[in-house]
């Protein structure tokens, strides 16, 4: 992994910018700091493991790290380090705050290049290291002491000529032909093996989850990614898309994918509608997108939600919404340390699914990148909002307070019970809300390979020492406000279920009452003590994925 030293990892990255149909455009609400890219590649490789490997082959090794794969982290442009501090001292820093995640445990060693010396005679010398290094670190690898067989290797061999011929992709049928003919394989179960061992190399991309992921056998992972692109970014403005101008305007401005306009980008490419269906479940598995369903239109009209193409919304617009919300927020926080990549999309996606059958909103929701308000009770003025941040996800249900407000619950009179600032309808709305959004993440935790080490929990943020997204005065930064999402302070459900009377915080050496009531969290969790009866209760008895879709029946009681 490359850092660039000429860049302040504190510093924003800048607005993003995209291809847009007839100009560019720059996503300016986009406040993403340099070191946030680490973050997020990092987190990729880390939920990526599988949890069988085996710790004892690993730890009788002294050149590999904890977990595995293994992480080099190399510092580039060492000859004009930012604020021309140190360039051995940067790396060695960036190094450290990258370790102290829960991720940490990848990384093996920091290497620092000067650039005005890579690639000339004589070369970097921590190039130099750094190619020693990765050597030794390779030879030390399991995989390197697997035993292969023949067989395999003439049948790598074959796809790699396929591939040469021009075969982008082929299909099952035909590389099991192939197994069979060239390389002897008559087993079902050996061809299973083998196909999953060269996509675990990524020699080929191969699943068999669903019959159109099963039918194809990609050879060219450029020309798949290549693919993908021709959807998930917009082209430019021609005089043969004339005829398609408010599609590619519509995927620009709202992420909706129309059917239509994919069957025009990808027709000349295939002339196979099942293919087609075949690449659309592969980009759904990477969720690249999801199928939509607009309201007020029938089935013949199909669509499909990509979220990169969706902006970033107003960040202090937001952060004022919810601080009026009436309730404090809840959060999804992940042991990982970091959203998972690409799953926001998802509850996205199966909360508005839910909330369109549910509670009957006839309004459009709103969609950005890492936000998302669903209007589910138009006539109370109630919505349910989902918000991306780093390392959690924070949803709240928004009505606006006549009375009172967040902050007057957690003011120094903590103690003071607060339900009577509760509104009805609100509290019913959260309880259900938060059921669901367990069950929804259980869902795709079950359904998406990439998801299956996912581990999260339900919690809420301390009012006491932590104030809208920052801290009172942070420890670890000395400064006051800080809003660095590893130095907030949360309690998880289950915290608060074994808490007998109210929850404390000492962690703010000048807070008055350090005391918060477990009223105050009364909204999301039922706790024991609980006589509140409310009028209407929705819960989910059966939740699945089903071709894309989320399926779930509900009870009422």
Not at 3 to 8: E, H, I, V
């Amino acid at each position: 992994m490359v850092y660039n030293l000429s860049r302040d990892p504190a510093e924003s990255a800048g607005p993003e910018v995209r291809h847009g149909f007839y100009k560019n455009i720059e996503d300016v609400f986009c406040d993403r700091r340099n070191r946030d890219y680490l973050d997020v590649w990092m987190s990729s490789i880390s939920s990526l493991v599988l949890q069988d490997e085996n710790p004892e082959e690993i730890a009788a090794s002294e050149m590999l790290p904890e977990t595995l794969p293994p992480v080099f982290l190399v510092c580039t442009h060492a000859d004009k380090p930012y604020k021309d501090a140190q360039p051995d001292e940067l790396a060695r820093e960036i190094f450290g705050s990258l370790q102290t995640q829960s991720y940490g445990k990848h990384l093996l060693d920091v290497f620092v290049v000067d650039n005005t010396k890579s690639g000339s005679e004589p070369d970097c010398p921590e190039v130099t290291r750094l190619k020693k290094q990765v050597l030794n670190v390779a030879k030390e690898l399991p995989q390197m002491k697997e035993v292969i067989p023949i067989k395999w290797l003439k049948y790598e061999k074959a796809l790699g000529a396929m591939l040469g011929d021009g075969y982008k992709w082929i299909s099952l049928d035909h590389a099991r032909k192939i197994a069979l003919d060239v390389c002897g394989i008559y087993s079902d179960e050996q061809f299973e093996a083998l196909l999953n061992f060269l996509h675990d190399q990524r020699i080929l991309i191969h699943f068999d989850d669903t019959p159109e992921l099963n039918e194809m056998v990609i050879l060219d992972l450029q020309w798949l990614i290549d693919v993908f692109k021709k959807i998930i970014t917009v082209t430019p403005y021609k005089s043969n898309e004339r005829k398609f101008a408010k599609l590619w305007l519509k995927l620009e401005t709202t992420g909706i994918l129309d059917e239509k306009l994919l069957e025009h980008v990808w027709g000349p490419l295939f002339d196979n509608r099942n293919t087609c269906s075949s690449l659309i479940a592969l980009m759904e598995k990477f969720c690249l997108l999801c199928p939509w369903s607009p309201l007020g239109k029938g089935k013949s009209s199909r669509e499909y939600l990509v979220p990169s193409m969706l902006m970033f919304p107003p960040k202090e617009d937001v952060a004022k919404l919810i601080a009026s919300a009436g309730i404090p927020s809840l959060f999804v926080k992940f042991k990982s340390g970091q959203v998972p990549l690409g799953l926001f999309a998802r509850p996205v996606l199966m909360t508005f699914q839910w909330c369109t059958k549910e509670f009957l909103c006839q309004s459009e929701p709103q969609l950005h990148h890492n936000f998302a308000r669903f209007y589910s009770h138009p006539a109370e003025g109630c919505s349910v909002i989902l918000r991306c941040h780093s390392s959690f996800i924070e949803v709240a249900v928004h009505k606006e307070d006549r009375t009172s407000r967040v902050s007057a619950m957690v003011s120094p009179e903590m103690h003071l019970s607060p339900e009577s600032s509760f509104d009805t309808c609100q509290v019913n709305v959260a309880r259900i809300v938060c059921r669901q959004l367990g069950l929804m993440l259980k869902c795709l935790r079950a359904g998406f390979h990439w998801l299956k080490n996912m581990a999260y929990e339900m919690s809420v943020c301390c009012p006491v020492c932590c104030r809208q997204g920052s801290v009172n005065y942070c420890r670890n930064h000395k400064i006051p406000g800080c809003k660095q999402e590893e130095c907030l302070h949360f309690w998880s459900e289950s915290e608060l279920r074994q808490c007998k009377g109210p929850i404390t915080c000492t962690k703010s050496a000048v807070a008055g009452d350090y005391r918060v009531p477990l009223k105050l969290f009364e909204p999301w969790f039922k706790f024991a003590d609980e006589q509140v009866i409310y009028s209407t209760l929705c819960y989910c008895t059966e939740l699945s994925l089903d071709g894309g879709n989320f399926q779930l029946s509900v009870v009422m009681k």
